[in-house]
Structure formats: structure tokens, C-alpha cells
């Protein structure tokens, strides 16, 4: 089994800065892990993708982000980071970590159970 989870959450003003991280551990060798992300749920919202990377280093971001989020990745250490600057009331949510792992062909994802953060004065 693979455990997928998150951590450096919290309570921020507008204007600063957070940095998630996220872990990928357990039976995580049996995978092939191909597409680390991050995704953001705010109450009463969709869930949506906030940003990702795969194996080659080649990212994506939501249109929201406007250069103020970095994702990087440590393959090595099988995790992901995001780099989250000039936050905005607007960025609360619970920010969900993914991985999109393939073994024999198939596809599996591996969901965190979130981490919260909240941009308040």
C-alpha cells in the first residue's frame, strides 16, 4: 500500500508565504510514479488542480497562480514541494497532494488526506 502525505499548513496573512510539502512512502517502489500534483478544495468549490510536475521536470499551474506558486519534486525522495508566495484570502482551502503511479500497465491515484490553509488577517 502507498501512503500519500502532506504537511506544512496553516494560518498566513495576506502577502505571505507557505511551503508544502508531501511524501510518498509505503510499498511506493511497487509503482512507477509519473505525475506528482497538487490540487486545492474550498468549501462549497470543485476541487482543482493548483499545480504539477512529472518525471521529465515539466510543470503545469492553474491560470489562478500567476507565477506566485512553485511545485518542485525530489524523485529521489519520492516528493513533492509547493512554494506558495503572495498568498491571497482567495488561496484558502485544503490542498490536496496526488500521485499518478502506473505498474503493469495500469494507472493508479494516490490521494493525501489534505492539508489545511487559511489566508486571513
Known amino acids: 500500500q502507498v501512503q500519500v502525505v502532506e504537511s506544512g499548513g496553516g494560518l498566513v496573512q495576506p502577502g505571505g508565504s507557505l511551503r508544502l510539502s508531501c511524501a510518498a512512502s509505503?510499498?511506493?517502489?511497487?509503482?512507477?510514479?509519473?505525475?506528482m500534483a497538487w490540487y486545492r478544495q474550498a468549501p462549497g468549490n470543485e476541487r482543482e488542480l493548483v499545480a504539477s510536475?512529472?518525471?521529465?521536470?515539466?510543470?503545469n499551474y492553474g491560470d489562478f497562480v500567476k507565477g506566485r506558486f512553485t511545485i518542485s519534486r525530489d524523485s529521489a525522495q519520492n516528493m513533492v514541494y509547493l512554494q506558495m508566495n503572495n498568498l491571497k484570502p482567495e488561496d484558502t482551502a485544503v490542498y490536496y497532494c496526488n500521485v499518478k503511479a502506473r505498474r503493469a500497465g495500469l494507472w493508479f491515484d494516490y490521494w493525501g488526506q489534505g492539508t489545511q490553509v487559511t489566508i486571513s488577517s
Open positions: 509505503g510499498r511506493i517502489f511497487t509503482v512507477t510514479i509519473d505525475v
Open positions: 510536475v512529472n518525471t521529465g521536470g515539466s510543470t
